[in-house]
């Protein structure tokens, strides 16, 4: 039974920076693609960054380029985001994805996730002076 568990999350001053951490367990991360998509109030969720399952590849949605960076290590079977430069925008519940299937984009040309990924349960992120 795959399992993916969110960490990191918390509140932080606009500017300042967090890390989260997702871990997986009951599969070997290396089977995955792994993506990180955050849910704003009152927003549909939207598709933030995927790592391909070498890593050697990576995709980050336009409000976050330059800001986020994703990494993983398959060895401890760990996905990361940093986050830098955070706004108020970026105030979200994010949740970690594990899919089986490449990174992708939908026809909106966000990123996004197959039917056949399993999702964690979110760490909040609250950005607010």
């Known amino acids: 039974q795959l399992q993916v568990v969110e960490s990191g999350g918390g509140l932080v001053q606009p500017g300042g920076s967090l890390t989260l951490s997702c871990a997986v367990s009951?599969?070997?991360?290396?089977?995955?693609?792994m993506t990180w998509v955050r849910q704003a109030p009152g927003k549909e969720r939207e598709g933030i960054s995927c790592?391909?399952?070498?890593?050697?590849?990576?995709n980050y949605a336009d409000f976050v380029q330059g800001r986020f960076i994703i990494s993983r290590n398959n060895t401890q079977n760990t996905v990361y985001l940093r986050m830098n430069s955070l706004e108020p925008g970026d105030t979200g519940r994010y949740y970690c994805?594990?899919?089986?299937?490449?990174?992708?984009?939908?026809?909106?040309?966000?990123?996004?996730?197959?039917?056949?990924?399993?999702w964690g349960q979110g760490t909040q992120v609250t950005v607010s002076s």
């Open positions: 994805v594990a899919d089986p299937n490449p990174c992708s984009y939908d026809s909106r040309r966000q990123i996004s996730v197959s039917d056949t990924s399993s």
């Open positions: 009951g599969i070997p991360m290396g089977f995955f693609s």
């Open positions: 790592i391909s399952v070498s890593g050697g590849a990576t």
